[in-house]
């Protein structure tokens, strides 16, 4: 008997950062009201840097990243989906999304750069030209929810970091909606963090890590709210890249009503 779950999308498709550029080329239009532009070059590949064109202050603002562990191509495919299915709403938003952080690592399933380093451990550093020019592009700005898009080759089911300065919290909300999708990750400590739900919610300080992650920069100077998302790798792609976009409406919903 033929299964009826949806085949998953080429690796080869998902991993050609050109054809990923070409996509989100043509949802960068001004009827969208999405511009993009190349903020560096790494590794022999531009990076990109997708925004609204103008600014709305009475609009919620939103930060959305992915692929920056070039290993987990799920968020990428699932970010310019997400966007492509929504071109409707984009003027709802004020958006800063950078869609691939580490082109080289996700053209070869790798999860460093060029040169071995973990990117997402490199926001505390000003040697890498790459994180300086991001670091340059996020100087001021301030947003209501940023997202960080992963995923975990040891989870057993998807779980949320979430920081989070202002109140109520979302998290628990994000993670019984999620749960439609696939379970969370029922582990009582994951990555040696407490957890419950699938939900890790941290207080963070700038000594914790010797290298900071993205998720701890947004935290301490641009972020009310900061939320790092993580798929199990092992699970079937599209099922990944379905449970990324639920959280990327959640997220959007949730922030509107709280």
């Known amino acids: 008997m033929?299964?009826?779950r949806p085949s998953d999308p080429q690796p080869d498709r998902v991993r050609d950062y050109r054809?990923?550029?070409?996509r989100w080329l043509k949802v960068c239009v001004p009827k969208n009201g999405l511009s993009m532009g190349v903020f560096a070059e790494a590794d022999g590949y531009p990076l990109t840097i997708v925004e609204s064109e103008a600014f709305d202050p009475g609009k919620p603002s939103f930060y959305v990243s992915a692929g920056i562990h070039g290993d987990e191509p799920a968020p990428v495919e699932a970010l310019i989906g997400w966007i492509e299915k929504n071109k409707t709403r984009l003027g709802d938003w004020n958006l800063t999304i950078f869609p691939c952080l580490n082109p080289w690592g996700l053209e070869r399933n790798i999860r460093f750069d060029a040169e071995g380093r973990d990117l997402n451990r490199c926001f505390n550093s000003r040697k890498l030209p790459?994180?300086?020019?991001?670091?340059?592009?996020?100087?001021?700005?301030?947003?209501?929810?940023?997202?960080?898009?992963?995923?975990d080759y040891d989870a057993r089911g998807f779980y949320l970091y979430e920081i989070a300065s202002t109140r109520p919290h979302l998290g628990e909300g994000i993670c019984r909606e999620l749960t439609?999708?696939?379970?969370?990750?029922?582990?009582?400590?994951?990555?040696?963090?407490?957890?419950?739900?699938?939900?890790?919610?941290?207080?963070i300080r700038p000594d914790m890590l010797?290298?900071?992650?993205?998720?701890?920069?947004?935290?301490?100077?641009?972020a009310a709210r900061t939320f790092t998302l993580e798929t199990p790798s092992e699970e079937s792609l599209t099922l990944r890249i379905s449970l990324q976009q639920g959280f990327l409406m959640s997220l959007v919903e949730k922030n509107k009503n709280s």
């Not at 054809?19 to 070409?22: G, I, N």
């Not at 790459?130 to 995923?151: N, P, S, W, Y």
């Not at 439609?180 to 207080?203: F, N, V, W, Y």
């Open 2 to 4: 033929k299964s009826s």
């Open 19 to 22: 054809l990923l550029l070409e």
């Open 130 to 151: 790459r994180i300086t020019a991001q670091l340059g592009v996020m100087k001021g700005r301030r947003f209501d929810i940023a997202a960080c898009l992963h995923e």
């Open 180 to 203: 439609r999708i696939m379970p969370a990750d029922c582990r009582s400590k994951i990555d040696g963090h407490r957890a419950r739900g699938g939900l890790i919610r941290r207080r």
């Open 210 to 222: 010797a290298g900071h992650p993205e998720a701890f920069r947004l935290h301490f100077h641009h």
